[in-house]
């Protein structure tokens, strides 16, 4: 048997951590609370005719595809739901058999952040019309992944007679934008094919299907079906990738611990990669290797990239496979200006995890 998370919110969510502080849960119950959200949110979306395993490219990040942030000046907007109208605008953009998660909110920011926003917002837009900043939470942003090189460009272009639409923001890589929107933005939507998927109150009938934030997918061919809150927070809401902050270490110990009762933060763990791995995957993965220039490298010094990463409390793509008997779980790279998927094994007897393949 194999059981695959594809991804775990105890970052921006803390219904776990609650758990396990009030009623002293050990990992073994924690496992099992997060195997019966799992089973849950499998059931709940099989009955509504989603597939959770159709999820998963809206809900891991991809090393081949890109990540936006689609930016809306609401001053240009007459209607105070001016969300209403940028939605409206963006949604038959969307291609129909696409699947992204949707982010979105206001720029917020204290006063002594505004300089950091607007340097951050000019450095980094590609701009669709004229930036006229006066204050960070005049801007609205919609956040969309898994998006290729044809779709980032339809939505620009499609975007351009939008008065409101100002341009862009790349996320494909890290830097200040992409880590400030991580902390500004929430989960609006998931969206498979025809399906918009989205959360509802956790006391409402257990077939409720509500569209809670109002858009009109209806209008544009879409259905929409919700989840209860306490399951799609936990396991439909996708992270966006930052460096981790002061109060977020356990993350990444509650994602292990969703496919192994004994869950570790990683940040002491030995990096194991065995020559003859990194041989193989340099003649059969050149090519990704040396698009990132990573075709020379020595395993110790792969050991030291990954290890720099796993403490960047970000892990997904988390299985266990029980005929083998081993967890796996899945981090991304980012060298030479690409993204690299690393597959590593989990052996927390040993404290020590150990690379399978990268791509």
Not at 315 to 320: A, D, S
Request: glycine share 6%; with cysteine.
């Amino acid at each position: 048997m194999k059981t695959c998370v594809h991804t775990l919110d105890a970052r921006d969510n803390v219904m776990l951590e609650v758990m396990l502080k009030e009623f002293a849960l050990s990992p073994d119950q924690i496992l099992r609370e997060i195997r019966w959200l799992l089973d849950e949110t499998t059931s709940a979306l099989a009955a509504r005719g989603i597939s959770y395993a159709s999820l998963r490219p809206a809900l891991v990040p991809s090393s081949t595809r890109r990540e936006i942030a689609l930016i809306f000046d609401s001053t240009r907007i007459e209607n105070a739901w001016y969300g209403l109208p940028i939605h409206r605008a963006v949604i038959p953009l969307l291609e129909p058999k696409s699947c992204h998660s949707v982010l979105g909110g206001d720029l917020l920011g204290e006063a002594d952040m505004q300089w950091r926003i607007r340097a951050g917002l000019q450095g980094a837009l590609v701009p669709s019309s004229a930036l006229e900043y006066r204050h960070s939470t005049q801007y609205f942003a919609l956040y969309i992944n898994n998006l290729s090189d044809s779709m980032v460009r339809g939505l620009h272009e499609g975007l351009g007679t939008f008065a409101p639409y100002v341009g862009f923001v790349e996320c494909t890589l890290g830097g200040f934008m992409k880590t400030y929107l991580s902390m500004t933005l929430v989960n609006e939507f998931v969206k498979t094919g025809r399906f918009i998927i989205q959360q509802h109150e956790d006391d409402l009938e257990p077939d409720a299907n509500q569209n809670t934030i109002g858009y009109p997918f209806e209008e544009f061919g879409y259905t929409v079906r919700s989840l209860p809150s306490m399951l799609f927070g936990v396991l439909l809401s996708y992270k966006i990738e930052r460096p981790v902050f002061p109060g977020f270490e356990s993350d990444t110990e509650f994602c292990l611990n969703a496919v192994s009762n004994v869950p570790s933060r990683l940040e002491s763990f030995e990096v194991s990669v065995e020559p003859s791995k990194l041989e193989y995957l340099q003649v059969n993965k050149s090519g990704s290797l040396k698009r990132a220039g990573l075709s020379d490298l020595r395993p110790e010094e792969l050991e030291e990239i990954v290890r720099a990463k796993l403490q960047a409390n970000y892990v997904y793509n988390l299985c266990q496979n029980d005929e083998h008997g081993i967890v796996t779980f899945n981090i991304l790279i980012e060298h030479g200006g690409c993204r690299l998927t690393v597959a590593l094994e989990y052996i927390p007897a040993d404290r020590r995890v150990r690379l399978i393949t990268m791509y």
